[in-house]
């Protein structure tokens, strides 16, 4: 069964890794639009930590998003200028639509 497709509020944008050369050869990793869509984004869990003397803010998000072909865990989620690594993917709904457990990570700066 498809689902409510009004129940995808929030834009994102999916990025893709790319490894690229700066002026000294060296590699570099940036990241490049794989496509931006609609979907549905929900909290489920945060947590923090300190780690060499800096608090890590770690949270966890459900992101529902229609069936997109190529989507892989190695992709990261734009979310309101916010990263959030993929970590697992689900298929549901043979095919319609998939959900994402993604991870934020943010430094107190």
């Not at 790319?18 to 002026?23: E, I, L, P």
């Amino acid at each position: 069964m498809p689902i409510d497709p009004g129940k995808f509020w929030a834009r994102v944008t999916l990025e893709t890794p790319t490894a690229t050369a700066n002026s000294l050869g060296e590699p570099v990793l940036t990241w490049s639009t794989f496509a931006t869509v609609w979907a549905n984004v929900e909290p489920l869990s945060a947590r923090e930590s300190i780690s060499y003397g800096e608090v890590l803010g770690i949270m966890t998000h459900k992101v529902t998003m229609r069936y997109l072909d190529g989507l892989t865990s190695a992709m990261r989620v734009d979310y309101k200028s916010r990263k959030l690594e993929i970590g697992q993917i689900n298929e549901r709904e043979k095919l319609f639509y998939h959900e994402l457990i993604a991870t934020e990570r943010r430094t107190d700066a």
